[in-house]
């Protein structure tokens, strides 16, 4: 068994004749008051102005600088922590592979960047799976299953590098997990690809926990360990 480096990621005129009249100045200041509030997330109405792109697609750990002018100060966010993040001066620092929305914001609305999160290495896809998922869902999406156990079933040709996935199932019949078999050939590929897509959670011997998510955007545990001398197991919990 090879050893299993862990790699980590270092962290938006008036008219004089309806001026005179009392009730349709009020009216038309409410209506303009809707309109703007209606309006405001648009670059124009923001004051904000976009110098470098409005969509940046990164590598996990990659930065990208925003470039904006205002009128006034501009204040970031971002949407999900997890996929990128950003600093007070705008610069963009992708974590997980994913896609998320950086906002700048100043006293008179907000505009927007895309941030897309790509990966490096993709040694197989992450298998389809989610609270509540049945077998039925799991037939409509990958097909009748190569090996049909008690409570579970087996796919034996579900990626090159990831050959066998199998899913095993609750006593109600919803799915407990999912898991892939990985051999230790791409043990430094497989590496990889874990540090890419989840943060790791914790450590105990040979087993690593990570986790999808961040919060409330939690929503799967993968678990990666030795299955024996040649393979890795990786499985795919549901978060409760």
């Not at 939690?218 to 795919?236: A, D, E, F, Q, R």
């Amino acid at each position: 068994m090879k050893n299993f480096k862990i790699k980590r990621n270092p962290e938006i005129q008036r008219n004089s004749k309806i001026y005179k009249n009392p009730f349709l100045v009020y009216f038309l200041t409410v209506l303009v008051c809707v309109v703007c509030s209606c309006t405001k997330g648009n670059d124009g109405d923001s004051g904000i102005t976009l110098k470098s792109a409005d969509s940046v697609t990164l590598h996990s750990g990659e930065t990208s600088q925003i470039e904006a002018t205002s009128s006034d100060t501009i204040n970031y966010s971002t949407q999900n922590k997890f996929n990128a993040t950003v600093s007070k001066t705008g610069l963009i620092k992708a974590n997980y592979v994913g896609k998320t929305t950086i906002n700048l914001k100043n006293s008179h609305g907000l505009t927007s960047v895309k941030v897309a999160v790509i990966p490096r290495i993709s040694l197989y896809p992450e298998p389809y799976i989610f609270k509540g998922m049945r077998k039925d869902d799991v037939i409509a999406k990958y097909g009748q299953p190569n090996a049909t156990m008690s409570s579970a079933i087996a796919y034996t040709a579900y990626s090159a590098k990831a050959p066998i996935l199998m899913y095993t199932f609750n006593q109600d019949g919803s799915v407990m997990g999912a898991s892939v078999t990985v051999s230790t050939t791409y043990t430094e590929d497989l590496s990889q690809h874990m540090a890419e897509r989840y943060f790791l959670y914790k450590t105990e011997g040979s087993t690593f926990t990570y986790i999808n998510g961040l919060s409330s955007n939690l929503t799967l545990w993968i678990i990666l360990k030795p299955y024996n001398t040649n393979t890795w197991l990786v499985s795919y919990i549901p978060s409760e």
